[in-house]
């Protein structure tokens, strides 16, 4: 099983509409959850980081996590074409481990 | 931009050459990663550093050796590359805070032929 675990996608949404990206992780004592943007070719770039349950807003990005379900996600709300790109959950104990990320496409 | 260099960017080498790949930050961060990147699989973590001589291994550390000399270099050695070593590598920082964001490297493309 994979520590850490996401949808591969594709997931496509329209122009405005709501993006909901979903991630996993098997570590009961990860204590730090963080979203990744990655555009082709480019490396990572932080976007979004949340350390207690619940939910922390920033800007159009919503991060939410469940330490009892062991789950994390990421609302992008009125997703822009700019917003395409590959967006890797990483959770840490210790060291840092990421998902195979989640490719999403917004159409115009 | 937290400071990170990684040389070179792009790299063609022989099967079973040896190879290094440099990761340099001008911060004085504690905590330096590389990882590899491959479709399908995201980031790996190959090997870590949390001090100066101070490392350990990742998930897929087999045929990968680093060293840390000094606060600002992390080294990535592949003693004999393979063609399986082909990939783009990420170093990746963390600062020695509460926040545990690591931050990255632009990536070496290294192909193995």
């Known amino acids: 099983q994979k520590e850490v675990e996401q949808n591969s996608g594709p997931l496509s949404v329209p122009e405005g509409a709501i993006a909901s990206l979903n991630c996993t992780y098997s570590?009961?004592?990860?204590?730090?959850f963080f979203w990744y943007r990655q555009y082709s070719g480019k490396s990572p770039e932080l976007i979004m980081s949340?350390?207690?349950?619940g939910d922390k807003e920033d800007g159009r990005f919503t991060a939410q996590l469940n330490k009892a379900s062991q789950y994390v996600s990421l609302l992008i709300r009125d997703s822009q074409p700019s917003d395409s790109a590959t967006y890797l959950c990483a959770v840490y104990n210790n060291d840092m481990r990421f998902g195979a990320g989640t490719r999403l496409t917004v159409k115009p | 931009d937290a400071g990170i260099t990684q040389s070179p960017r792009h790299k063609v080498t022989e099967t079973g050459t040896p190879v290094t790949l440099r990761c340099h930050q001008t911060?004085?961060?504690?905590?330096m990663y590389w990882y590899r990147q491959d479709p399908g699989h995201g980031l790996r973590l190959i090997h870590y550093s949390y001090g100066v001589k101070d490392t350990d291994k990742g998930e897929v550390s087999d045929g990968y050796s680093v060293s840390r000399s000094k606060t600002e270099d992390f080294l990535l050695t592949l003693e004999s590359a393979t063609s399986s070593q082909t990939s783009v590598y990420f170093c990746?920082?963390?600062?020695?805070?509460?926040?545990?964001?690591?931050?990255f490297g632009q990536g070496t493309r290294l192909t193995v032929v």
């Open positions: 911060e004085n961060h504690r905590y």
């Open positions: 949340i350390y207690s349950n």
């Open positions: 570590d009961r004592g990860s204590q730090s």
């Open positions: 990746a920082i963390r600062r020695q805070s509460f926040n545990t964001e690591a931050f």
